[in-house]
């Protein structure tokens, strides 16, 4: 057995979706562990560039099991939206795709309660997506959720609906002087998508055990990063589950005996989406030439991503908490053309040096940086197919990368498409 899960060790955003498409030939079946509609992963082949929100990336590949599991938080609404734009461009879902009759459901009340309780937090805003996913995982951990398995045991379904819907217009109308939700304009809106949704729901923890046990192999992939994780990240500016590889057994239902390789996901240097900490954030004329470059704009609300200097620091506690087997770097091309490079390793604050990732958001929002700086390369890299094709100056900063970090890096990207990959 020989099964794999892939993490980002940043924000979010580091290429996840690439590097899974690419894995995905040396496996059998692609589980989705965690989040919901927040996150995207962007996968172009051929030139042609498709963004799932819900479904694996591996399914645009043919004859790959794809999973979404119980871990995940479902809008069905955005879930057909998803497969009807895949189908129509040719891939197919239908015969690939399960879903976890665990997971949870996400439901109108969820997504206007995620809007109006930003809206009032002012510059306390965490810069959610509005897509409901913490108001869900709320409902989950207070034990009022809805899963998708109970979509068809209609009398409880309408109860519990009926009951969240009453609670919900509650806080609407007297906590933000919101109009109330019609019950019966929801009931009947996801009756029909527990039709749509029937012949995908199975036990996917029954299924992806009976794979694993039989030798299949299982990629296990996660959304958002692991500086985003709702434990590990810089709370309360982050995700509502676990996007480490920690996650992926509770995710999914499996032992974490099953998981025997963690790839770790990391761009050549770091962005951020929405509010919180970012120490090495570059707020000046090459921060927003990096951000045009790099198309760094996101996926699902295409809000522009803040741009940073690598943080050697973080990605070492990332690594850390993921238990890191490999490291694969994205986005080398654009960081061609930069006539030097910085990379953190360490903060300062009030005087005192500080060497390892803070728990506390205040002491990492008031920290200075400490940088290392590495020569930068003036060849592009974008056709580099081979280690021994880049620049010196590009080797070098790679190896200080791995020596500051304490990572092994096995793959290279430095473009989107399939073909723009160095074995390193």
Known sequence: ?????????????????????????????????????????TVI??????????????????????????????????????????????????????????????????KLIDKVSEETKGKSKIGTTGRGIGPCYVDK??????????????????EALKRNVDEKNEILVKLYNSKPLVYQD?????????????????????LVNDLANSGKRILFEGAQGSLLDVDFGTYPFTTSSNA????????????????????????SYTTRVGSGPF???????????IQEK????????????RCGWFDAVAIKYAAMINGVDAAIITKLDVLDGQRSIKVCTGYKHKGKIYSKFPACISLLEESEP??????????????????????????DYISGISRLTGLKINLISVGPSRKQIIKY
């Open 370 to 395: 400490i940088y290392e700086e590495f020569a930068g390369w003036q060849e592009p890299t974008e056709n580099v197919s081979s280690k021994d094709g880049l620049p010196k100056a590009a080797i």
């Open 186 to 206: 929801i009931e009947s809106q996801y009756l029909d998508f527990a039709e749509k949704i029937r012949p995908y729901v199975c036990d996917t923890a029954e």
């Open 45 to 110: 082949v051929d030139g042609k560039k498709f963004v799932m929100h819900l479904i694996p990336s591996g399914i645009l590949h043919d004859n790959k099991r794809c999973i979404i599991g119980n871990g995940v938080v479902i809008d069905p609404e955005q879930l057909f939206n998803e497969i009807d734009e895949l189908e129509s461009a040719g891939v197919k879902v239908r015969d690939n795709l399960l879903i976890s009759d665990r997971a949870h459901l996400v439901f109108p009340y969820h």
């Open 141 to 158: 951990m207070a034990r009022n959720g809805i899963r998708v398995g109970e979509l068809y045991y209609l009398d409880y379904f309408k």
């Open 294 to 305: 790099g198309g760094e704009y996101g996926a699902t609300t295409g809000r522009p991503r």
């Open 244 to 267: 480490t590889a920690c996650g992926a057994p509770a995710g999914v239902g499996v032992p974490p005996r099953y998981i025997n390789t963690v790839f770790g996901i990391m761009k």
């Open 1 to 41: 057995m020989s099964n794999a899960c892939i993490v980002g060790l940043q924000w979010g955003d580091e290429g996840k979706g690439k590097i899974i498409d690419v894995l995905t030939e040396d496996f059998d079946t692609i589980v989705r562990y965690q989040g919901g509609a927040n996150a995207g992963h």
């Open 279 to 289: 120490p090495t954030e570059m707020d000046d004329v090459l921060g927003k030439e």
